[in-house]
């Protein structure tokens, strides 16, 4: 015979068992817009049976149930879901770092514009072409003056924005390490906190969640692998080396190299070159240095090399200036300046100034009379001889016949120089193909162009797949508030009725201990 007070147990368990789903739901409403949270769920399960008590053993078929209970608070999550997401991210975090780098480059460009360089040097060969009109005309030579004055400015406003671009990448690649460095310990510390509760039985499901927010931020960052240890802790190493350990993590940071100038990565104290995500495109932006020793009259040196997007840019930019002062002082030095003639007339032995029209600005301050040619776009000045006297700009070329004031010929060889083909060399800032100098820049733009369409279509492309994955991750670990809304109701109507059954048992308890035996009276 089952006991009488059987079913007051049975509706106590359904009474907690319900409590402990509304307030799972309330948890999930309340975290609806919380970053990173997973949905939770009660799982329930009936409790376990027992054979029916009575007088004699019982044959009949089944146990007599006990009720229910809430075997653990699920969190609703998929981890292929979150291994896809972290490699997707780490694609993002590469080309839009990559696309942020290129388009600083486009911005400092401006081409085409009213106000680039391909302007200015345009501008700067039709001063040479109208000098030819009349060689001996001031306006003529104060035009040529100042439009060479705005192509050297040009030239080394663009290199130096450039450098100051490739210095930010550098400090933004530090802040970024430094940021890699706080979630790994951050992840170490919730490893700590999550391995002290899970043996007791526990289930932290919300460090779980704070710890999945720091691995899906860490993965913008660089490749990452995440394998799962003891007592609900998970084990992280960037590429291929040891970050986070259980409740410790290596240190990732950076340290000034003192030959590049450069900020090199250190991992665990040892050099760390990333491949992939946020620092890796940072540093190819920014450049990579190579030192290697050779060596020079006996003696051991170290000579550093760069690559990447900014060095390559600003040799290329470099190629460009060396190139065009070379032509344009060869030709220069060679000609016949209003000087030149002046001191011919009264000295026919006199000889030619040879004065070239761009100078190094680093040999200037060391020798105001020096004529060695512009090494670096950012250091290209104008001679200042000529600075001095427009006089000084040699329009003619001896021997050319006519007038010797009005003898236009280096002029017009200088403003043919447009048209020159320069030949391919194997310096180090020759042209690696034939080309015009014209030519060359707009190779440089196209180039830029295509570098710029190629990281917007992968930033894109990133986008939509990370974007797709993360739907399908919200669609397993995302809050529904119309579905928690009804499983409210389901688990309130639940309730409820658990509370009707213990009523109407506490009714028949009364009727049988208050009523019964009381026939008559």
Same mark, same amino acid.
């Given at each position: 015979?089952?006991?009488?007070?059987?079913?007051?147990?049975?509706?106590?368990?359904?009474?907690?068992?319900?409590?402990?789903?509304?307030?799972?739901?309330?948890? *999930?409403?309340?975290?609806?817009?919380?970053?990173?949270?997973?949905?939770?769920?009660? *799982?329930?399960?009936?409790?376990?049976?027992?054979?029916?008590?009575?007088?004699?053993?019982?044959?009949?078929?089944?146990?007599?149930?006990?009720?229910?209970?809430?075997?653990?608070?699920?969190?609703?999550?998929?981890?292929?879901?979150?291994?896809?997401?972290?490699?997707? *991210?780490?694609?993002?975090?590469?080309?839009?770092?990559?696309?942020?780098?290129?388009?600083?480059?486009?911005?400092?460009?401006?081409?085409?514009?009213?106000?680039?360089?391909?302007?200015?040097?345009?501008?700067?060969?039709?001063?040479?072409?109208?000098?030819?009109?009349?060689?001996?005309?001031?306006?003529?030579?104060?035009?040529?003056?100042?439009?060479?004055?705005?192509?050297?400015?040009?030239?080394?406003?663009?290199?130096?924005?450039?450098?100051?671009?490739?210095?930010?990448?550098?400090?933004?690649?530090?802040?970024?390490?430094?940021?890699?460095?706080?979630?790994?310990?951050?992840?170490?510390?919730?490893?700590?906190?999550?391995?002290?509760?899970?043996? /007791?039985?526990?289930?932290?499901?919300?460090?779980?969640?704070?710890?999945?927010?720091?691995?899906?931020?860490?993965?913008?960052?660089?490749?990452?692998?995440?394998?799962?240890?003891?007592?609900?802790?998970?084990?992280?190493?960037?590429?291929?080396?040891?970050?986070?350990?259980?409740?410790?993590?290596?240190?990732?940071?950076?340290?000034?190299?003192?030959?590049?100038?450069?900020?090199?990565?250190?991992?665990?104290?040892?050099?760390?070159?990333?491949?992939?995500?946020?620092?890796?495109?940072?540093?190819?932006?920014?450049?990579?240095?190579?030192?290697?020793?050779?060596?020079?009259?006996?003696?051991?040196?170290?000579?550093?090399?760069?690559?990447?997007?900014?060095?390559?840019?600003?040799?290329?930019?470099?190629?460009?200036?060396?190139?065009?002062?070379?032509?344009?002082?060869?030709?220069?030095?060679?000609?016949?300046?209003?000087?030149?003639? /002046?001191?011919?007339?009264?000295?026919?032995?006199?000889?030619?100034?040879?004065?070239?029209?761009?100078?190094?600005?680093?040999?200037?301050?060391?020798?105001?009379?020096?004529?060695?040619?512009?090494?670096?776009?950012?250091?290209?000045?104008?001679?200042?001889?000529?600075?001095?006297?427009?006089?000084?700009?040699?329009?003619?070329?001896?021997?050319?016949?006519?007038?010797?004031?009005?003898?236009?010929?280096?002029?017009?060889?200088?403003?043919?120089?447009?048209?020159?083909?320069?030949?391919?060399?194997?310096?180090?800032?020759?042209?690696?193909?034939?080309?015009?100098?014209?030519?060359?820049?707009?190779?440089?733009?196209?180039?830029?162009?295509?570098?710029?369409?190629?990281?917007?279509?992968?930033?894109?492309?990133?986008?939509?797949?990370?974007?797709?994955?993360?739907?399908?991750?919200?669609?397993?670990?995302?809050?529904?508030?119309?579905?928690?809304?009804?499983?409210?109701?389901?688990?309130? /109507?639940?309730?409820?009725?658990?509370?009707?059954?213990?009523?109407?048992?506490?009714?028949?308890?009364?009727?049988?201990? *208050?009523?019964?035996?009381?026939?008559?009276?």
């Amino acid at each position: 015979m089952r006991s009488t007070f059987h079913l007051l147990e049975v509706s106590k368990r359904g009474l907690f068992a319900q409590q402990n789903a509304l307030n799972t739901t309330g948890h *999930n409403i309340a975290n609806a817009n919380t970053v990173g949270y997973s949905r939770q769920r009660a *799982n329930m399960q009936a409790t376990r049976g027992i054979p029916v008590p009575g007088m004699n053993a019982d044959r009949a078929p089944g146990q007599l149930g006990t009720g229910v209970q809430v075997t653990d608070l699920q969190r609703l999550r998929e981890d292929f879901l979150d291994v896809q997401y972290r490699n997707e *991210n780490k694609r993002l975090g590469y080309w839009e770092t990559r696309l942020d780098a290129v388009q600083k480059i486009e911005d400092i460009m401006q081409e085409p514009s009213e106000t680039g360089l391909q302007k200015v040097l345009d501008q700067m060969w039709q001063s040479w072409q109208d000098l030819t009109q009349d060689p001996r005309d001031t306006s003529a030579r104060s035009v040529v003056r100042e439009r060479a004055i705005a192509v050297a400015e040009t030239f080394a406003s663009l290199y130096n924005h450039l450098d100051e671009v490739q210095k930010d990448l550098d400090n933004v690649l530090g802040v970024k390490v430094m940021e890699a460095n706080s979630l790994a310990r951050q992840i170490a510390e919730l490893n700590a906190q999550i391995a002290n509760v899970v043996p /007791h039985g526990y289930q932290p499901n919300d460090l779980y969640d704070q710890r999945d927010v720091l691995l899906d931020q860490l993965s913008k960052l660089a490749a990452i692998n995440v394998t799962y240890g003891e007592h609900g802790m998970v084990n992280v190493t960037m590429e291929g080396q040891e970050l986070v350990t259980g409740r410790t993590s290596v240190p990732i940071e950076t340290v000034r190299n003192e030959v590049t100038g450069f900020l090199d990565i250190t991992l665990g104290g040892a050099e760390f070159v990333p491949t992939d995500g946020s620092l890796a495109a940072l540093v190819q932006s920014r450049g990579i240095a190579t030192v290697e020793t050779v060596e020079v009259d006996g003696q051991q040196q170290q000579v550093v090399t760069y690559s990447g997007l900014l060095p390559d840019y600003k040799k290329a930019l470099d190629t460009l200036a060396i190139n065009l002062a070379r032509e344009i002082n060869d030709l220069h030095r060679t000609g016949l300046s209003l000087t030149d003639i /002046h001191n011919q007339q009264n000295n026919p032995g006199a000889p030619l100034q040879d004065l070239p029209f761009f100078v190094d600005a680093d040999a200037l301050k060391a020798d105001p009379n020096t004529k060695e040619y512009p090494t670096s776009a950012g250091k290209m000045v104008i001679n200042p001889a000529i600075l001095a006297s427009l006089d000084n700009i040699a329009a003619a070329q001896p021997e050319a016949g006519g007038t010797p004031e009005g003898n236009n010929q280096n002029a017009l060889a200088i403003a043919n120089l447009k048209y020159k083909v320069i030949p391919a060399g194997t310096g180090p800032y020759d042209f690696m193909e034939s080309s015009t100098i014209d030519d060359y820049y707009r190779g440089i733009i196209g180039e830029l162009g295509v570098t710029g369409q190629e990281a917007t279509r992968n930033t894109m492309n990133a986008e939509t797949i990370l974007g797709t994955v993360e739907d399908r991750r919200q669609s397993v670990s995302g809050v529904s508030i119309d579905e928690e809304m009804a499983n409210l109701v389901k688990f309130q /109507h639940a309730y409820n009725a658990s509370a009707r059954v213990m009523t109407s048992m506490d009714e028949i308890l009364d009727k049988v201990i *208050n009523g019964m035996g009381r026939v008559g009276l």
